[in-house]
């Protein structure tokens, strides 16, 4: 009787180390897959608000030729050419909206 008492403490304590070293490892590797996640997340996020930023440069200056466009009283030759830049614009947001 003397003897077992030890023994089932130590086999105790040993148990208690393996579940705690258990953990400890499920613990880092779902730790290291939410790192992982959050780096693409954040990938994502910075690539989404680069597409915004570029969107909106290209509404402004199709919004500056429209502009131009209304309030220019030039002549009809400089109508065409501020026209195909008006498109070349458009086709530039369509370009983004697409992506």
Do not use: C, W
């Not at 790192?35 to 693409?40: C, G, V, Y």
């Not at 109508?79 to 008006?86: G, L």
């Amino acid at each position: 009787m003397n003897k077992r008492i030890p023994t089932l403490v130590s086999i105790g304590f040993s148990l208690l180390i393996v579940l705690g070293l258990g953990t400890s490892l499920f613990l880092s590797v779902t730790l290291q897959r939410r790192i992982e996640t959050s780096k693409a997340v954040k990938q994502l996020i910075l690539k989404v608000r680069g597409n915004i930023r570029d969107l909106r440069v290209d509404y402004l200056q199709m919004g500056e030729e429209v502009a131009a466009l209304l309030l220019d009283p030039t002549p009809v030759a400089n109508f065409e050419k501020r026209s195909r830049t008006m498109d070349q614009a458009d086709a530039k947001g369509d370009v983004h909206v697409a992506a």
